[in-house]
């Protein structure tokens, strides 16, 4: 039978290192962090081969004293626990694992000078094998080289992707912690070339956030602001068209410590749950500020993740600031929806230049006798009613410069609506239009507890099947809530008696039909008010004006003023934006005038 037995040190450490340091941007993050634990304004890295062959990280922070670098290098020894307080932690490193760790699988030189040392002193450890202390030259900070990263342990290296890969993690890394401290000097070479560089500006924290998350979305940003008690919610968040394709342009933080935490994440998708397409996720930079006590940062190896000791709290005050954010946005669809329009149409028009081969089949110009009649500028188009045209024009300029999306002056296609705004134009798909307002109206009713109900004058048999029908019954409950009344009628079949009178012209089979499909993805886990939004948006689906209907100016008119009206309205419930604005000045660049 195998004996129990203590593990060498050096085993030790190499499994805290598979924990702390899994790649190179681990050990970045932690060499930075405690960069910033010791106060430096300036943090410069430089990488070799995305980090796997060289790491250095040098700072102008108070520095370690001769007799603090064989202790820094130590298990469990730390200068961020001076009363053994695992409560209120305000430093990023407590535990006193990374050095130790970083120095069991690679080569590590420190070099140090302390704020009252007269010179610097250096500590080489390779392999966990630590050497003698010698003296060395340089300013007051501290500079750690770790080189060969996991030379000693050949099976981790086969789990690093390539170079590349692993410089892109580390720069992203990089920009987490900068945006969290943008006072602080930043900078990051990768094989000799200076590939990040973030210096502190007089607005230094809309300086850094440009920087890091770009243009596009400073231009499509709501600011997010809430305080409850002693929390505080702080940050920017993208408008609901502003949208990523994976979760990396999140960066959330808990007292200003960089966070991944799945909690939080959940909280951020579920303020966007009804204006996001599936698959597409918001732009975040969101800083939670709580007492120190009412956080728990001693639950995961990289400390990524966080218990919050009142979750339901934090939740609420999150929920609150993000959709109050959201709700002063919610009639636009974002500057980039504008700029992508225009280039689309720079784009077609560049390439709808005629090809020769086509030129040549074209009809000549034709040359009529007698001489062609003329046209002046103030002559009245044929047809035309100059009181009538005239009148009609003072009521539409006058509409469009009293509301922003302006006067309705035209129908493309039985779907597109065309407004004539102060500024321009707007351009609005009247089916996501519509909905997002039959939805709203919908969720409206259903929390004031008095969904108006349309007795169907003909019940509607609806024909789904056993099992179909047993599971849309075991939500009959639910569905009343929305004003849908069914009962069941018999060998797999309902019957529809009453519905929601904002869907009365509604297709009410193919409605139950996709309520039962919903039913069958079990959305029956979620919350209560959520599954309620969540059916409210298929019933909106199937009772809003449909693509290929006809409206009258009257009536386009009517739903422009609805969307104005109407929180929510720059996009429908499934994510898609509502409407377009194209600006005079947009028009004259696409004419180059």
Known sequence: MPVIRALPDQLINQIAAGEVVERPAAAVKELVENALDAGAKKIFVTLRDGGLSEIIVSDDGVGMTADDLPRAVARHATSKLPHDDLVHIHSFGFRGEALASLASVSRVSLISRHDDAEQAYQLNVHGGEVGRIQPAARAKGTRVEVRDLFYNAPARQKFMKTPRAEGDAVRE????LALAWPHVHFQLTEEGRKAVELIPGREAYSQRLAEVMGHDFMANK????????????????????????????????????????????????????????????????????LPPDDVDVNVHPTKAEVRLRDAAAVRALMIEGLRSALHTVSHTTGDNLTQHAVQSLRARHAASAMPTVLRDY???????????????????????????????????????QHFPLGAAVAQLHNRYIISQTAEGFVMVDQHAAHERIVYEQLKQHMLEGHVARQMLLLPAIVEVGEQTANALLEHAEVF???????????????VVREVPALLQHADIPALVRQLADELHHDHAGEALRERLDHLCATMACHGSVRSGRALNVAEMNALLRQIETTPNTGACNHGRPTHITLSLNDLDKLFER
Request: hydrophobic share 40%; with cysteine; aromatic share 8%.
């Open 173 to 176: 890394q990089l920009q987490r």
């Open 222 to 289: 709501t600011d997010v602001h809430c305080e409850q008690g002693a929390m505080r919610l702080r940050g920017s968040i993208s408008v609901p068209s502003f949208q990523a394709h994976s979760t990396r342009h999140q960066f959330l933080y808990v007292n200003n410590r960089p966070v991944r935490d799945k909690l939080l994440m959940a909280v951020l998708r579920a303020a966007y749950a009804d204006l996001l397409p599936q698959g597409k996720h918001p732009y975040a930079v969101l800083f939670l500020d």
């Open 480 to 494: 009343g809530k929305l004003g849908l009344v069914m009962d069941s009628f018999g060998f797999g079949s309902l």
């Open 362 to 400: 074209m009809p000549q110009t034709m040359a009529f006798e007698g001489a062609a009649p003329r046209v002046r500028s103030h002559d009245p188009l044929a047809g035309g009613d100059d009181q009538h045209d005239a009148a009609q024009s003072e009521v539409r300029e006058n509409i469009s």
